[in-house]
């Protein structure tokens, strides 16, 4: 009998580790990890925007393709195998498009992320107000009864080179941030990262998806894929 494939699925906020079969689809694979009533589940209906992240042999982040088997693909060879679960396609309008509360939620974590790491540019102003509605949805109302002075201290909220461009102490950010945390006063949830999508999805690298590739002299590109269609950019200019 042939012998089971270890794999490990990453989702923006749970890790799945299993078995598949070494015929195994990425169709199978994908639904294993993201249908409702499945045992290994994200538990997701809005499965359209998703896919399946992995690292090939060279180092390159691709996609998995869900019509051929998992053994098939240039899948970097490591036990367990390492996938990660992300959106892959981006609306154009999250409030229109994204209706699910769970669906809301990995875009949410996810593009928080890609803002958080630089690869998705937001002004210093624009990251203070995203910051303020990322505080809502994990503390929920500002209380200064509760929330003392340094309770933001151990939160990730704004990218490293806000910090650096401007030289504010911690406690000078936190007040930033915590004047636009009192206007939130009554928002649900998920409604504050509703909130921080709809202002996201107009930051210009919102959604995008980057290819390495050469043009005719050899030179390295990205290839910028959106909703919108694509662009090429500069290797430093990503």
Known sequence: MPKPINVRVTTMDAELEFAIQPNTTGKQLFDQVSLPNVVKTVGLREVWFFGLQYVDSKGYSTWLKLNKKVTQQDVKKENPLQFKFRAKF??????EELIQEITQRLFFLQVKEAILNDENYCPPETAVLLASYAVQAKYGDYSKDV??????????????????????????????????????KGMLREDSMMEYLKIAQDLEMYGVNYFEIKNKKGTQLWLGVDALGLNIYEHEDK
Not at 90 to 95: A, I, N, Q, W, Y
Not at 148 to 157: A, C, E, I, N, V
Not at 159 to 182: A, F, G, M, S, Y
């Open 147 to 184: 929330h003392k002075p340094g309770y933001l201290t151990h939160d990730r909220l704004l990218p490293q080179r806000v910090l650096e461009q401007h030289k504010l102490t911690k406690e000078q950010w936190e007040d930033r941030i915590q004047t636009w945390h009192e206007e939130h």
């Open 90 to 95: 981006f609306p154009e309008d999250v409030s």
